[in-house]
């Protein structure tokens, strides 16, 4: 199984609204990853998670916060979000976080903030 | 820091038209490089990567491409497009534990 899975696939919230992205992976990789991605634009990192502790945060608002339950699910929190926040989140993993590791990328969730 | 650059923005080719896309990077040590596609709707592909050995390298699709370490550079090739290769494709290096994406290039294939 080489797959990386994400729910929602599409997820419209207001300004004031809580929500939760979900990621999953069974590939017993170690490093999990949540990037951003704009239309027209590059995926740009938001958190890298390594043996599930948080290792990198890309100085990414604190309305988002990332979650490791264990080492194969990843969530975003979502809370207060502003209409700027509208892209497309996509999660990865990789066996580790240096080396010759590939990044599995899996299918995003497309939010829309209104 | 590592950085990536994509020479074109968009490309526009007629199908079984050769493709050759330009990726260069900055970054002072050893890299492990890739080259993802993005079709229209999809998610992020890895088409091939390269991390040590034999700097051609080839991918899923009959897309290949060529390290070469003096001009750090890492192109993309295709002989012949097809219409069913019209995607955003990016270029991206890993040199210590983040992965940096070029700005990406747009090819549109007419059939």
């Known amino acids: 199984d080489t797959e990386v899975t994400q729910t929602p696939k599409h997820l419209v919230m207001g300004m004031t609204n809580k929500k939760s992205l979900k990621c999953e992976q069974h590939m017993g990789h170690r490093a999990m990853y949540w990037y951003k991605q704009k239309a027209k634009k590059p995926p740009e990192l938001m958190f890298v998670y390594s043996y599930e502790k948080l290792s990198i945060n890309e100085s990414v608002p604190s309305r988002f916060s990332p979650e490791c339950p264990n080492s194969s699910l990843l969530n975003l929190h979502l809370h207060a979000l502003q209409p700027e926040d509208s892209a497309l989140y996509l999660c990865a993993s990789s066996q580790g976080v240096s080396g010759p590791n590939e990044q599995f990328f899996g299918p995003g969730t497309r939010l829309t903030v209104l | 820091a590592q950085s990536v650059s994509q020479h074109n923005h968009h490309v526009i080719l007629s199908e079984a038209a050769s493709l050759e896309l330009g990726c260069n990077y900055s970054?002072?040590?050893?890299?492990?490089l890739f080259w993802y596609v993005q079709y229209p709707g999809q998610h992020l592909q890895l088409l091939l990567k390269?991390?040590?050995?034999?700097?051609l390298v080839k991918g899923i699709k009959g897309f290949e491409a060529e390290f070469i370490k003096s001009k750090f550079s890492f192109n993309l090739r295709k002989p012949s497009v097809q219409w069913s290769d019209t995607a955003e494709y990016f270029c991206?290096?890993?040199?210590?534990?983040?992965?940096?994406f070029g700005k990406g290039t747009m090819l549109l294939v007419s059939p």
């Open positions: 970054y002072g040590g050893t890299v492990n």
């Open positions: 991206a290096v890993n040199g210590g534990s983040t992965l940096t």
């Open positions: 390269y991390f040590s050995g034999d700097p």
